[in-house]
Structures are given as structure tokens and as C-alpha cells.
């Protein structure tokens, strides 16, 4: 028997990790919140709160921040994909933020390549408090590599980071343990590899919520139902050719959106691979065999392999919901 409770994330009882990176007390990015939903993330706070840590072969997690927060540059191993809930957003690229920037805005998907600087910024209002939920491929998606500035900026502000990943703060009192080695800067090396891919290739990498397109052979569409491709690497098994995202690094998931009108359902199925599902407006109803879930905005639902689930669409103005799925190659929905 499933646990519903243990398997949903309730927005509003998300909670964050004030000091989970090195850049935590940097200007203008002091008053960011991070979050680890499934899997172990990639702060560097022992004490970051993990709501859901069942390997997925891939990661959720999320931001929040208020207007003009800023998340310092920075590079990863794995996949990072970000879908914008609320708010406006700027992505950055490049070492020093000045190669190139993207704006999003609700419902719209970036996903960044692995091993390149990018940071990103909320560019609403200083009032405004905005969520970015995010995907990170693997189930350990390594550890972040920071440009050279946020290391000279981070000791100002008393904080150090150990090889390893793990982040002293001295200003609470913390010491670098006997024997400890302090991670040093990127070398110069290092920084000409994580080079930023072209304009050309940044392009196939977003895709905006106004240019989502309902694939009409998909198994979960029907009356009032449509399901939009938004990260495909691979021709899926349920009929997706790739694309619109597809990155010419592995993803390691798959990602949809399920656009359901008012009362609009899907009959009971299974899956093969694991399926966390993401709330971005209205309310999705999902029932399983241990009962139902009533998920509001903001939400997050994880269901196990094989496991029976049913959706409906309970608000007056339907449910946009995003489904990430594990594996490059996607697998299709099994009706009983």
C-alpha cells in the first residue's frame, strides 16, 4: 500500500535552505531560497531538507526569490532544466554573465547544457517572490562548479567551500576541519571547457509556453486533453518523434505537459518508469488504488513504476500540468 501524504510536496509546506551555496551572502543574492524535493540536490548545506529522497534517476528541486535575487554563475555535471511557475526570469550565460541572456516567463522551459556558466536572476518586482521548479539528470548530479569571482566574493563574506562541496560558514562560528582542503577556483583549463554553446544551439534549448503543441496519436490525449512534448532525446514508444528539446547531451528523462480542460480525465494506467508530476495552474485530481490526491498549484506528486494512477482536472479553468519521466527513450502509458 502507497502512502499518498509521503509522496506529495505541498508548496506550501516546501522547505527551504537559506545558505545552501557559497554565493549565499554575495549582494543581491543574500535573500534567495533553495529546495530539495527528490533526491539528494546538489547544496552544499549538510543541513538542506530533503522532502522525497527515493532515487529517481533524476533530481527535483526548486528556487525562490524575490525580485532582483540573483543566483551567482556557476556550472554543472548533469542535465539542469528549469520550468518558471511564477514571475519573470533572466538566465545569463557565460563566466561573467555577459555572453548572452534568455528571459522566461510562466510556464516556459530552459534546459541548460551541463558544463557551461550560466546563473540566473528574478527581474521582477523587489516585492514579488517567484518559484522556478528544476530538474537535475542522475541521481547524483555531482557537485557545482562556481566561477573564480563568487570564491573571492564568498571569503569577504566568511564562508568557504571544502573539496568535496561541503560549505563553512565562520561567521556562525563553523571551522575548517584539521586536514580539510578548501576547494580551490576553476583553473584556466577548466574555464576554457565550459565554454557557452552558440546562440544558434541556446535556441533549441527553451521552449515557451505559448508554443506548446498537443500531440493528438498521444495515448493520455482526448476530449479536452492535450499533451505537449517538451523534452524528447529520443523517438519515444508512445508515438513522440524527438524533440522540441532534445540537447546534444543525455538528459536522462523525458518531459510533457498535460493541458486538461475543466472535468477533462485520464483512465486509470500504469508506466514502466518512474513519473513526477508538477502542478503549474489549476487542480489535478489523482487517483490510485490507495485513494486520491487533490494537487493544487505549486504541487508535486512522485508515483512509483507500475503503479496505478488516474487524473482529472477538478478546477473551473483546467490544469496545466508537467510530467517528468525517467529515461532518454519514453515510455508509454499501459491502460488496463
Not at 567551500?161 to 576553476?186: M, N, S
Request: with cysteine; net charge neutral.
Amino acid at each position: 500500500m502507497t502512502n499518498l501524504s509521503s509522496r506529495t510536496i505541498r508548496y506550501a509546506d516546501l522547505i527551504p535552505c537559506r545558505n545552501a551555496f557559497i554565493d549565499t551572502r554575495s549582494p543581491g543574492s543574500e535573500a534567495k531560497e533553495n529546495f530539495t524535493l527528490i533526491g539528494p540536490g546538489v547544496s552544499e548545506n549538510p543541513d538542506q531538507h530533503i522532502h522525497i529522497a527515493e532515487p529517481h534517476g533524476f533530481n527535483i528541486g526548486g528556487a525562490r526569490q524575490p525580485g532582483r535575487c540573483l543566483n551567482s554563475q556557476h556550472s554543472h555535471e548533469t542535465a539542469e532544466v528549469f520550468i518558471v511557475h511564477t514571475g519573470k526570469w533572466r538566465f545569463m550565460l557565460g563566466q561573467n554573465a555577459d555572453e548572452a541572456s534568455i528571459e522566461l516567463r510562466p510556464g516556459d522551459v530552459i534546459s541548460l547544457p551541463p558544463r557551461m556558466f550560466r546563473g540566473f536572476e528574478n527581474v521582477g518586482s523587489r516585492k514579488s517572490n517567484d518559484f522556478l521548479f528544476a530538474v537535475l539528470g542522475g541521481d547524483d548530479p555531482g557537485k557545482v562548479v562556481w566561477a573564480p569571482s563568487v570564491f573571492e566574493m564568498a571569503k569577504k563574506y566568511g564562508l568557504a567551500l571544502l573539496e568535496g562541496g561541503r560549505l563553512i560558514d565562520t561567521v556562525k562560528g563553523e571551522t575548517i576541519p584539521k586536514g580539510a582542503k578548501l576547494q580551490k577556483p576553476p583553473t584556466e583549463a577548466t574555464i576554457r571547457k565550459l565554454t557557452t554553446p552558440t546562440a544558434e544551439q541556446m535556441a533549441g534549448c527553451v521552449v515557451n509556453y505559448r508554443d506548446l503543441v498537443g500531440n493528438p496519436a498521444s495515448a493520455m490525449a482526448g476530449p479536452g486533453i492535450e499533451d505537449c512534448p517538451i523534452i524528447v532525446p529520443k523517438p519515444s514508444n508512445d508515438g513522440f518523434p524527438p524533440g522540441p528539446i532534445t540537447g546534444w547531451w543525455p538528459h536522462g528523462f523525458n518531459m510533457r505537459c498535460l493541458k486538461m480542460q475543466s472535468g477533462a480525465s485520464v483512465a486509470s494506467h500504469t508506466r514502466d518508469e518512474p513519473e513526477v508530476i508538477f502542478v503549474h495552474a489549476g487542480a489535478l485530481e489523482v487517483t490510485t488504488p490507495d485513494g486520491s490526491v487533490l494537487l493544487a498549484a505549486g504541487d508535486t506528486f512522485t508515483t512509483p513504476k507500475g503503479a496505478a494512477r488516474a487524473f482529472r482536472a477538478t478546477s473551473s479553468d483546467g490544469c496545466v500540468a508537467y510530467m517528468t519521466r525517467g529515461g532518454d527513450v519514453g515510455g508509454r502509458a499501459i491502460f488496463r
